[in-house]
């Protein structure tokens, strides 16, 4: 049975998964938020193997989050619904009234499943649709 172990990390610790999962054809650069250095951010770690991060900015009464990545060899697995829910009780009892995202088309069915629902038209970033979606707490 794996030890699966969630766990605040480092800015440093996260942008290569960022990179490999989200913008692959994009620099490591691209990756990165201005807002990086004042956010919270977790991974979920297999055996001591980092598999999925997130990173979490509070802004007043919202929690929002970004960035949410796992690794393509655990992916389907259940960790990153492990970590959204992590985050969600995070958000929960750090006293904020809803979390919010900018999420990809493709994954709205997963967010779907843990409450979230669109608050916007669709829009693009690069070539790829998102939308806004949250959740209150």
Partial sequence: ?????????????ILEIRHQ????????EFVKVPEDENASHFGLFVNEQLASVISLFPDNENMRFRKFATIPEFQN????????????????????????????????????RFGFSKFSE???????EYYKISKTL
């Fill in 1 to 13: 049975m794996p030890i699966i172990e969630i766990r605040s990390v480092l800015t440093n610790e």
């Fill in 21 to 28: 999962v989200l913008w692959p054809e994009k620099s490591i």
């Fill in 77 to 112: 697995k259940g960790l990153g619904s492990q970590l959204l829910k992590f985050v969600i009780n995070y958000s929960q009892g750090n006293h904020y009234k809803n979390i919010w995202c900018d999420a990809r088309s493709n994954a709205l069915g997963f967010y779907e």
């Fill in 122 to 128: 669709p829009f693009f970033k690069e070539e790829i």
